[in-house]
Nanobody, 115 residues
Framework: QVRLVESGGGLVQAGGSLRLSCVVSGITFSSNAIGWYRQAPGNQREWIADITSGGITNYDDSKKGRFTISRDNTKNTAYLQLNNLKPDDTAVYYC?????????WGQGTQVTVSS
């Protein structure tokens, strides 16, 4: 059974930082790309970044420079470092992977940025 569990969200003031974690089980983690997405109230879910099995990273241009994706294959965990947070970054953040031809999402972690 594939399972993704996000954590690390919370309430932070504008300009602050958070590090989100995504622990993955049920797959060969080191062989899989992982993506991070977010969804704000009333908005569609949007892609932030992804990291390949080999560690190559890709970012949405609007997030590049403030957000950093990484992974630790020894811990089956992907990370998303969020810096210089803004109120517009308030959203539920999700990690995602494809395994067995199916997409799998975590339950999400809430990030709230106060002004």
């Amino acid at each position: 059974q594939v399972r993704l569990v996000e954590s690390g969200g919370g309430l932070v003031q504008a300009g602050g930082s958070l590090r989100l974690s995504c622990v993955v089980s049920g797959i060969t983690f080191s062989s899989n790309a992982i993506g991070w997405y977010r969804q704000a109230p009333g908005n569609q879910r949007e892609w932030i970044a992804d990291i390949t099995s080999g560690g190559i990273t890709n970012y949405d241009d609007s997030k590049k420079g403030r957000f950093t994706i990484s992974r630790d294959n020894t811990k089956n965990t992907a990370y998303l470092q969020l810096n210089n947070l803004k109120p517009d970054d308030t959203a539920v953040y999700y990690c995602f992977t494809v395994w067995g031809g199916l997409g799998h999402w975590g339950q999400g972690t809430q990030v709230t940025v106060s002004s």
